[in-house]
């Protein structure tokens, strides 16, 4: 292929799927457009280690973000939660949100609501 084909593709690649510079942010908003907030990180951080019936995010995660956790069921490897220690995280809107709904009906039996989303957000993007 010609160069600049090439440079054209991938220009209109790029175009095509914008990344988000604040991609919690973004989410955040449409919580609140939903009628949530305003978030407390204290909230999510108690959420975090709240525990229902035997099970807690920290089943997974861990209780220190900064650290690996390893998943209850497979046992397999989870690289660390907190940006301060893997920049990889918290950059894609569609993978947090993704996560959230799994992760939330696995530990709490239901979807979490858009205020606790966001309470959980709000913790977890300073850690
Ligand atoms: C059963 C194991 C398990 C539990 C419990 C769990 N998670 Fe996770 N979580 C994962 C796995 C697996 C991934 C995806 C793999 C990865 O990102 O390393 C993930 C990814 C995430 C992500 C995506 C991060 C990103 O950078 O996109 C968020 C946010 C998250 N979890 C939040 C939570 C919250 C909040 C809870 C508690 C309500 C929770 N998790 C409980 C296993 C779990």
Not at 25 to 30: A, E, K, P, Q
Not at 42 to 56: I, P, T, V
Not at 116 to 121: A, N, P, T
Request: charged share 25%.
């Amino acid at each position: 292929m010609k160069s600049e084909y090439l440079f054209i593709s991938l220009a209109v690649l790029i175009a095509a799927a914008p990344v988000s510079a604040d991609p919690v942010g973004d989410l955040m908003d449409n919580y609140r457009a939903e009628g949530a907030g305003p978030f407390d990180a204290d909230a999510g951080r108690d959420l975090w280690h709240r525990d229902f019936a035997g099970k807690s995010c920290t089943s997974c995660h861990g209780s220190d973000l900064t650290s690996p956790g390893r998943h209850a069921r497979t046992g397999k490897n989870i690289a660390p939660l907190a940006p301060s220690a893997n920049p990889d995280r918290l950059t894609d809107a569609s993978e947090i949100a993704k996560w959230l709904l799994r992760n939330c009906k696995w530990t709490l039996g239901r979807e979490c609501t858009t205020q606790e989303k966001g309470d959980i957000l709000s913790w977890l993007r300073q850690q």
